[in-house]
Each structure stands twice: as structure tokens, then as C-alpha cells.
């Protein structure tokens, strides 16, 4: 079974001072990874897909990078309105090499919050 | 290009009701799938549905139904309603494209079981 761990569960940062969220993953055959941020009371807003080990990209203060085991959301200089939950996700191939249409698996989310 | 649509964005219902949730998918996006978001359990699958077919399906009882039209709109049902199903149910479309299946949401209903 596909399976999403996101550490850690909260962090509180002050304005400027950069870290990293951590998304393990384990998945039979990795179609893509996915990265959110959801805002309370929202839906999800997507951010960033990556697809093989050794990829990277870059929003902003946003940085996102993919090994065989896990995913880093680096946050350069954060500011107050980059607070809110981080979520990633795994999409499966399927069954003979198909994609597991449509079914994305979520880890728990990082409550992020900056403070000025 | 306007954003998925969910239309109520709030339901208060009672046990043993049934309700009915609307998504409209960005234009042009095929694929809708839906999933429940609760502060347990997190965001989890419900299902999948493409050119009116359900292609996926996740690990919920037969309470929990959908249907997509010739339009790509979709709805989903939940009947019998339970206390545990008060959550916030999103929905969210793709393209389909090659390698770019990612997936946009909208804003969710928050459905309340009393």
C-alpha cells in the first residue's frame, strides 16, 4: 500500500529564517510526486509536480527536490504569507504500467507558520 | 481560465439523510476526482471518473456514490448519512495530458452531519 509521512508536523519559523520539509514516500512504481499548499477553509493550490529522483523546481521562495525515498520543500527566506499547511502526494503507476487513475495518496501535512 | 467550481460550499444535514455535492472541472479537464478531507484521517481518495466512466475507486462503503456527465461536470452522493461523514469533500480536475496529471481543487464543501 502506498504510504505519504510528512515531518514535521508543525514548524514555526521567524520571517527570514529558512528550513526544509521533509515527505517520505513508499510507492510500488512512482508516477509523480505533488506538492500543495492548502490555506484554512481552502482547497489545496497546487505547486509542484516532479516526476524522477535528482529533479528540481523552483516558486518564489520555494524550492523542491526528489530522491527515491523522499521529497525536501526548502523554504528560502520565508515571509508571514507563506503560513499554511504543506501537503505532498504520490500518484502510483498502476497495474501493467498504467496509471492508478486519478488516486492521489496524501501524507498528513506540515503546519507551517512565519512569524514576523 | 476559471478554477474548479463546487457548488454548495456549506451543507448542514442530519443522520440518515442523503446528499448530493456538484463540481465543475476547469474547461477543457476530463478527468474529476474526489476526495474526503477530515482532521483524522486527512485527505483521502473517494474516486475517479473520466468520459462518464468510474476508473477508480477508493476504500469507502457503497454509501459513497458519483456520476460524471457529457459536460465532465460530476456529483457525488452520500447517502444514510453518518456522524463521521461531517467533513470537507473537494474535488479536483486534470487534463490528462502525457506526463502532466497534476490535479487542481476547488474550494471544497464543508457538509456537517447533525
Known amino acids: 500500500e502506498d504510504q505519504v509521512t510528512q515531518s514535521p508536523e508543525a514548524l514555526r519559523l521567524q520571517e527570514g529564517e529558512s528550513s526544509s520539509l521533509n515527505c517520505s514516500y513508499t510507492?510500488?512504481?512512482?508516477?509523480?510526486l505533488f506538492w500543495y499548499r492548502q490555506d484554512p477553509g481552502k482547497g489545496p493550490e497546487f505547486l509542484f509536480t516532479?516526476?524522477?529522483a535528482g529533479e528540481e523546481k523552483e516558486k518564489e521562495r520555494l524550492k523542491a527536490t526528489l530522491t527515491k525515498k523522499e521529497s525536501f520543500l526548502h523554504i528560502t527566506a520565508p515571509k508571514p504569507e507563506d503560513s499554511a499547511t504543506y501537503l505532498c502526494?504520490?500518484?502510483?503507476?498502476?497495474?501493467?504500467?498504467?496509471?492508478?487513475?486519478?488516486?492521489?495518496?496524501f501524507g498528513q501535512g506540515t503546519i507551517l507558520t512565519v512569524h514576523p | 481560465k476559471a478554477g474548479v467550481t463546487q457548488t454548495p460550499r456549506y451543507l448542514i444535514k442530519t443522520r440518515g439523510q442523503q446528499v448530493t455535492l456538484s463540481c465543475s472541472p476547469i474547461?477543457?479537464?476530463?478527468?474529476v476526482s474526489w476526495y474526503q478531507q477530515t482532521p483524522g484521517q486527512g485527505l483521502q481518495f473517494l474516486f475517479e471518473?473520466?468520459?462518464?466512466?468510474?476508473?477508480n475507486k477508493g476504500n469507502f462503503p457503497g454509501r459513497f456514490s458519483g456520476r460524471q456527465f457529457s459536460n465532465s461536470r460530476s456529483e457525488m452522493n452520500v447517502s444514510t448519512l453518518e456522524l463521521g461523514d461531517s467533513a470537507l469533500y473537494l474535488c479536483?480536475?486534470?487534463?490528462?495530458?502525457?506526463?502532466?496529471?497534476?490535479?487542481?481543487f476547488g474550494p471544497g464543501t464543508r457538509l456537517t452531519v447533525l
Open positions: 471518473y473520466f468520459s462518464e466512466t468510474q476508473r
Open positions: 479536483a480536475s486534470s487534463s490528462l495530458g502525457g506526463r502532466y496529471n497534476e490535479q487542481f
Open positions: 474547461s477543457g479537464h476530463r478527468s
Open positions: 516532479l516526476y524522477s
Open positions: 502526494a504520490v500518484q502510483a503507476v498502476g497495474n501493467a504500467g498504467g496509471t492508478s487513475y486519478g488516486k492521489l495518496t
Open positions: 510507492v510500488s512504481g512512482l508516477r509523480g
